[in-house]
């Protein structure tokens, strides 16, 4: 089964928040069920696009199994409207943002983005399933991440 297949067939929707018109895939549970399906999966954050009108675009690159999508967000305010001279918050905000909508590049959720309400074709198992199969919980996998250890514990980093 390829990339697409797998991960556009996965339920995000027990995962997903309404702000106005917009729905948004919690990151660390999208960054979680990506690494479960491909563990040598990576992003990296480019360099933030600064702009004339002091607003900022953040670009996000995600890579699974040699596949990699670029993608890129403005930082903006919770009505869309781009915002100048943003804060490091907003800054992380639209960066998370920005690593979900390059996991949709990958299929991760891509129907949000299409207006849908559920990804097409039931998936195999879903999130749940697996952790009961496995013996662990979403918070258990999340924090054996690397990813979460480097920024949250500052795991590898030296002194």
Not at 11 to 26: A, C, F, I, R
Not at 117 to 124: M, Q, Y
Not at 141 to 157: P, W
């Amino acid at each position: 089964m390829s990339i697409w297949q797998t991960l556009s067939s996965i339920n995000v929707n027990d995962h997903t928040e309404s702000k106005g018109n917009l729905t948004y895939l919690s990151w660390a549970w999208a960054w979680a069920v990506t690494k479960q399906h491909y563990p040598e999966a990576t992003y990296a954050f480019l360099a933030n696009e600064i702009h004339k009108d002091e607003t900022m675009t953040v670009h996000c690159i995600v890579t699974i199994e040699g596949i990699s999508h670029e993608m890129w967000l403005p930082v903006m305010d919770h009505r869309k409207n781009a915002v100048k001279n943003p804060n490091a918050f907003q800054i992380n905000t639209a960066k998370m943002r920005c690593l979900t909508k390059g996991l949709s590049m990958h299929g991760l959720g891509s129907y949000i983005y299409a207006g849908e309400d559920l990804p097409k074709g039931e998936p195999e198992k879903t999130y749940e399933q697996w952790c009961q199969e496995n013996n662990t919980t979403f918070e258990r996998e999340i924090m054996k991440s690397a990813d979460f250890r480097k920024l949250y514990v500052n795991e590898g980093e030296s002194n």
